[in-house]
């Protein structure tokens, strides 16, 4: 009974640590409607029995793909019970604490995946429940699909591990992984691209060859089937084959012009004359009347058209822009914040915390390679296949969130091998059971 308690207390503490701040947080108040296009979406579906009506909740513009269906979804079934209103986003909000909640907890398991160390991954888990980096918009609020796909990010990860070092051997993580593969990519569809690359190390490395390409096979084909329905549906309604979404188009024309400058908003999201906000049709009337006027997939089709005659007339901006984006995306300056939402900490503040965890996160994954490399190649396909599409459309800071809590990892592991250095020799704290 007391080795029970002695197991359990830790992580009473840690969700002491998670639930603290996040329920605290709930006393500024939650939306009474929903915002953005991932709520109106879901509440549209809520009202009128179809995923749509992105951008204005009082114009009617019929079926969208401009959002990944799996959020919305989730969102939706919150809306049917409990209300498009302030009840329906206080559950939201509950909702969204408790799935930040899991996604920090199984830093625990991914630390003694990586490092073989507990150690660090309560580090890591601590680290990540204190840490205020949008602890209210990401991970209270949950009005966007970030930080499920953190909780995602983190299962994923665990999962590949398991199939590579299990050599593919069994069929019943097979299945799961391609069942998995298909519904996280209807949440996220960059999933799409890490399990693509994760695909292709497995059968760079793996010592059965000809076994891996069948199971890997075997689990596209099931993520294919789990994704067909939405596509069909998609097809179905807008005339398109979109995959997931259709807003590729309208992210590149956004992010690709004479003046985008790499980041979302281009200046702060707050500045009504933000040429962000005179360009999309969330914001912009001119540009909704097109939406409204051309349809979904025509509107998408020319603002794809026109980023990618400007990309072909300015390739030396666009790969400079590239750049610019990828430094962005991993290192963000305090304007990546808008001073009114940055709360007690400062955009200044906010922005050193993220690139100190990016910049150890970095020696992290050195160290890991180090230690396994296959391992690393693996966490690679993480970080290269969720942040890869932003270097070439836009960044804002959110897009970094469903990587924060593998960065986070890799940067204690630095911070945590760096003290075992400093530390008198005695056993090895990671015989401690926790």
Known sequence: MKMR?????????????????????????????????MERTAACFVNNGYFGDPYRPDVTTGPSAHIAPGYAAFLALIYTQFGTGTTGHNVQAVCSIFIMGIAISLLVPLGKKLFH??????????????????????????????????????????????????????????????????????????????????????????????????????????????ITPWTLRNHRELGAWYFIRSNAGLEMWLGNRDEANGFSHFTSDDDIHSPFRQLHPLYSDVTFAKYVTFGEKKFMHDRRAEAEEWIRTHPERFAELCLIRAGLFWFPPPRMWSANKAGRFTPELRSIMYCTINTFAIFGWLLLFRQAWRKAF?????????????????????????????????????????????????????????
């Not at 503490?13 to 939650?30: C, E, K, S």
């Not at 299962?155 to 799961?176: A, G, N």
């Not at 290269?384 to 969130?401: C, D, K, P």
């Open 117 to 226: 160390s507990a150690w660090v991954g309560w580090m890591a888990a601590i680290a990540m429940s204190l840490l205020p980096l949008s602890i209210n918009f990401l991970q209270v609020l949950g009005q966007w699909d970030q930080h499920i796909s953190l909780l995602i990010a983190h299962l994923y990860l665990l999962l590949m591990l398991e199939l590579h070092e299990s050599q593919w051997q069994s069929w019943r993580k097979t299945l799961l992984f391609g069942i998995f593969t298909g519904g996280i990519i209807l949440v996220n569809p960059q999933f799409a691209l890490v399990a693509a690359l994760f695909g292709i190390l497995e059968i760079a490395i793996q010592r059965h060859r000809r076994n891996t390409i069948v199971k890997l096979a075997i689990a596209a084909i099931l993520a294919i089937l789990m």
């Open 378 to 434: 693996i966490v690679a396909t993480c970080l290269i296949g969720l942040s890869l599409a932003y270097y070439m459309l836009h960044v804002e800071i959110r897009y970094l969130f469903p990587l924060h809590g593998i960065c986070v990892l890799l940067a204690c592991s630095v911070v945590f091998s760096i003290a075992a250095r400093l530390m008198p020799r005695r056993s090895s704290p990671d015989r401690v059971t926790t």
């Open 5 to 37: 308690l002695a197991q359990l207390l830790p992580w009473l503490g840690l969700w002491l640590f998670i639930l603290v701040p996040r329920i605290l947080n709930l006393q500024n108040g939650v939306p009474g409607e929903p915002i953005g296009e």
